[in-house]
Nanobody, 118 residues
Framework: QVQLVESGGGLVQAGGSLRLSCAAS????????INWYRQAPGKQREWVAG???????AIVDSVKGRFIISRENAKNTVYLQMSSLKSEDTAVYYC????????????WGQGTQVTVSS
């Protein structure tokens, strides 16, 4: 059974930092691309950042320079380090895993709430 478990969300003041974690099980983590998405109230879910199995990363422009994505394969965990947080970063953050093995499999975590107070 595949599980993606996000943690690290919470309430933080504007300008503060949080580190989100996504712990994966039930997938071949080392060959998976892991993404972070977020969904603010009343808005569509948007892609935030991604990291490939080889460690290549991509970040959406709105958080570039403030968010960093990284992975630790030994722990089957991906992190999203968020700094200089703004009120517009308030959202539920979701971990997404894409594994290509005899087809494409995609999995989602349950999400973690990040609230930035101004």
């Amino acid at each position: 059974q595949v599980q993606l478990v996000e943690s690290g969300g919470g309430l933080v003041q504007a300008g503060g930092s949080l580190r989100l974690s996504c712990a994966a099980s039930g997938i071949i983590f080392s060959i998976s691309t892991i993404n972070w998405y977020r969904q603010a109230p009343g808005k569509q879910r948007e892609w935030v950042a991604g990291i490939t199995s080889g460690g290549d990363t991509a970040i959406v422009d709105s958080v570039k320079g403030r968010f960093i994505i990284s992975r630790e394969n030994a722990k089957n965990t991906v992190y999203l380090q968020m700094s200089s947080l703004k009120s517009e970063d308030t959202a539920v953050y979701y971990c997404n895993a894409v594994q290509v093995r005899a087809g494409v499999q995609e999995y989602w975590g349950q999400g973690t709430q990040v609230t930035v107070s101004s």
